[in-house]
């Protein structure tokens, strides 16, 4: 569904000597329906890769395919959920979820009635009139989650979605990502920092190091599903979160 | 109760200050007591005098400001938006903006003669910064923010710009507007102060002259009203035009 090729993306002006490879030949594919993590320290160009596959900076060398076509530009079959700012705060929690559909030309009535039923999917009801402004942040992200889901993208990327939320928070909300994929059966790509959400969640983990961002390893999460918060105290999830943290330190 | 707690201080300052006047403490001649200033408004007001300066400053602040809302906005926006336009006016406004409004005002007069025409330009120098910087700000904040989330969602140029950039930017750019009239009032009474035959400013300097104190000091309360009353207009649709936010902008003022 996904597939990159050897894509080096480059910041700074190489001519004034302050050029610094962001990402250096990265390659790796994602499978529909799959639940797939980028981990590593902040500064390895992990925002850049989703940047990148969203279309919102062209790779200097390499090759983005999605669905077989190449990357040209945003779209609305890869929708990106940031960590902050992804809410318009001037509408509200309805017209924020029915916007994506605004802009696809979807009549009025029935963005409407699509919204409310992706806002109830995120277990928002009741909050349709509310501006951002008075939401928490994990409600705020799960708004977030909605209007990405309500325009039905062939996946949605997410660059440290629970990055902002407290650690109470970021558990819950990990559960009810959990639960959205699992419905949805959407391919997610998630990039974090944190391990343990990375191998709780995902299919495989693609393990980072900073400068040059390259894919050291990608390693296959094989803890059974569905799975739900107590998996994080079964010796496999241990003995996996251990061994991807060595692999990290290794790194640093 | 609240606003009688507002009051409160202005109150103790005027008893104080009428005490002073009866104890014979102050020279009536420099500053009147409140009594006298009340009297000398009332009269102002009687004969309609005092309404129809107010008018005279209130119609020139609105016409330059008018014209300043107009250039400062587009302007601003321009700049917010593009690169090309903020690289050409950025400098020059930086540059011109230190330089006060009052500071205009022989140049004015030299161009444009005595009257309501250097007022209208005063004021426009007086208004226009504030609002195209705000303006710049609003709309390159709002691209900066919002635009990524618009463009991934594959919203066309018009929603961009009614949906995101506009509703996004609305409140810096209200502030703006608020912060500009608020200068363009104070730079139409310093430009009547010289540049006119009639207004508050005007009002306040031809009493110096014929030593009326009480009467410049009513020209002064009338101007603070004025000034007050137009910043909480402002203020007020501010709040109406910016739901769930507009709080944040007056917050971090």
């Given amino acids: ?252 | 109760m609240k606003i009688f707690k507002k009051l409160l201080p202005f109150l103790a300052i005027i008893i104080v200050w009428q005490l002073l006047c009866r104890l014979k403490l102050l020279n009536e001649y420099l500053l009147p007591s409140p009594f006298e200033i009340l009297k000398a408004g009332a009269a102002l007001a009687k004969t309609g005098e005092l309404f129809l300066d107010l008018f005279e400053s209130v119609k020139r602040v609105l016409a330059g400001f008018i014209a300043a809302s107009f250039f400062g906005l587009i302007l601003g926006a321009l700049s917010g938006y593009g690169r090309r336009f903020s690289d050409a006016l950025l400098p020059v406004c930086e540059f011109l903006r230190p330089i006060p409004p009052i500071a205009w005002i022989p140049l004015a007069i030299l161009w444009f003669g005595l009257g309501d025409r250097p007022a209208y330009f005063i004021v426009f120098v007086g208004a226009f910064f504030p609002i195209f910087i705000n303006s710049y700000w609003g709309i390159r904040e709002s691209r900066l923010m919002h635009l990524n989330v618009a463009r991934n969602f594959g919203a066309g140029p018009l929603i961009v710009l009614t949906d995101v950039l506009l509703p996004g930017s609305l409140p810096r750019i209200l502030h703006g507007l608020r912060i500009g009239l608020g200068l363009g009032w104070t730079s139409v009474i310093s430009a009547e102060l010289v540049g006119a035959q009639s207004g508050l400013g005007y009002m306040i300097q031809a009493n110096r002259i014929m030593l009326k104190t009480e009467n410049i000091i009513v020209g002064m309360i009338t101007i603070g009203i004025a000034g007050l009353l137009m910043n909480q207009l402002m203020l007020l649709l501010e709040k109406r035009l910016s739901p769930g936010r507009g709080d944040t902008i007056r917050a971090a003022e």
Avoid at chain 1, 90 to 97: I, R
Avoid at chain 1, 125 to 152: C, T, W
Avoid at chain 1, 156 to 179: F, H, N, T, V, W
Avoid at chain 1, 187 to 205: G, K, N, P, Y
């Fill in chain 1, 1 to 252: 569904m996904i597939r990159l090729t050897k894509v080096c993306k480059t910041y700074g002006d190489p001519s004034e000597g302050g050029a610094r490879a962001a990402l250096s030949a990265v390659s790796f594919e994602i499978k529909k329906g799959e639940f797939f993590s980028v981990l590593g320290p902040s500064g390895c160009g992990k925002t850049t890769l989703i940047n990148i596959i969203a279309g919102f900076v062209k790779p200097e060398a390499g090759e983005v395919l999605f669905d077989g076509k190449p990357v040209r530009g945003p779209w609305r079959d890869r929708i990106v959920v940031f960590q902050e700012h992804n809410l318009f705060d001037w509408k509200t929690v309805l017209s924020n979820v029915a916007f994506g559909l605004k802009a696809k030309g979807m009549p009025a009535a029935e963005r409407g009635r699509t919204a409310r039923e992706f806002i109830e999917l995120v277990h928002l009801s009741g909050f349709e009139n509310v501006y951002p402004s008075s939401l928490s942040g994990g409600m705020k992200q799960r708004a977030a989650l909605a209007r990405a889901m309500a325009v039905d993208p062939g996946c949605i990327l997410m660059d440290e979605p629970l990055g902002s939320l407290d650690s109470q928070m970021r558990e819950k909300l990990q559960l009810e990502i959990m639960a959205l994929w699992e419905k949805t059966k959407k391919t997610i790509l998630m990039v974090t920092h944190d391990i343990e959400e990375a191998v709780f969640l995902s299919d495989r983990v693609a393990l980072m190091s900073k400068a040059p961002g390259r894919i050291k390893q990608i390693v296959p999460i094989d803890i059974p599903r569905p799975r739900d918060a107590s998996v994080k105290a079964s010796a496999g999830f241990q003995a996996l979160k251990h061994e991807l943290s060595e692999k990290i330190m290794a790194d640093s």
